[in-house]
């Protein structure tokens, strides 16, 4: 079975600053990664997914990530953020074999950005 | 072109009575997902569906849950004899392709007092 880690429950940061959202997965197989961004009552929203090729993956609103395959891991980083970035971050993996598989996700990190 | 849609978006219920809760997915997708998110458990998958059919059920915590899907479309999250425990936000998630990238609609908060 696989597992997903994020070290970091909280993460206060101040406005422009840079932030970098750990995680690491566990599987014995191979996996495709994600991560997510949740708003306050909102659902999840993609941020960036990373599928196969190049390990550092670009998503939406300034977000990267780096998939690290030796150290099985997948950190979340953006160079300068926002107030607007204020949310609740998940990592999640599924396998790559299976057809519809399902997320499995870490226990996310709350970004506070503070001016 | 609309997103997943959940509704109700909030409910509230007391202890033993069945609620139902309903999901309908972007048009064309597929595969269909329940999830469920709590303070304790955080985000846990509940069942998945490829059209009408659900091949995955592993995540149902107990026999009080059920789900079905008809048309290949909307589903209904029903769970009978409702618990405190069974208080979270269950979201509901589809997708069209093999890689997997699920699209989430808003959430149903469920309160059972």
């Known amino acids: 079975a696989q597992s997903v880690t994020q070290l970091d429950s909280q993460v206060p940061v101040f406005e422009e600053a840079p932030v970098e959202l750990r995680c690491n997965y566990s599987?014995?197989?191979?996996?495709?990664l994600f991560w997510y961004v949740q708003y306050p009552n909102q659902g999840l929203q993609l941020l960036l997914k990373?599928?196969?090729?190049?390990?550092l993956v670009k998503g939406i609103n300034g977000f990267e990530a780096e998939f690290n395959k030796s150290q099985t891991s997948f950190h979340l980083r953006k160079p300068s953020v926002h107030i607007s970035d204020t949310a609740e971050y998940f990592c999640?993996?599924?396998?790559?074999?299976?057809?519809?598989?399902?997320?499995?996700f870490g226990g996310g990190t709350r970004v506070l950005v503070k001016p | 072109g609309a997103g997943v849609s959940q509704s109700p978006s909030n409910k509230v219920t007391e202890k033993g009575k069945d609620v139902e809760l309903r999901c309908d997915p972007i048009?064309?997708?597929?595969?269909l997902y329940w999830y469920r998110q709590s303070l304790g458990q955080g985000l846990e998958f509940l069942i998945y569906?490829?059209?009408?059919?659900?091949?995955?059920k592993s995540g149902l915590p107990s026999d009080r849950f059920s789900a079905e899907r008809t048309g290949g479309s909307v589903s209904t999250l029903t769970i009978q004899r409702t618990q405190q425990e069974d208080s979270a936000v269950y979201l509901c998630?589809?997708?069209?392709?093999?890689?997997?990238?699920?699209?989430f609609g808003a959430g149903t908060r469920l309160s059972v007092l």
């Open positions: 999640a993996v599924s396998l790559i074999k299976a057809a519809g598989n399902k997320l499995t």
């Open positions: 998630a589809s997708t069209w392709d093999t890689k997997n990238i699920q699209y």
């Open positions: 569906f490829q059209g009408n059919s659900a091949p995955d």
């Open positions: 990373y599928l196969s090729g190049s390990t």
């Open positions: 048009s064309g997708h597929t595969a």
């Open positions: 599987s014995s197989v191979s996996v495709y």
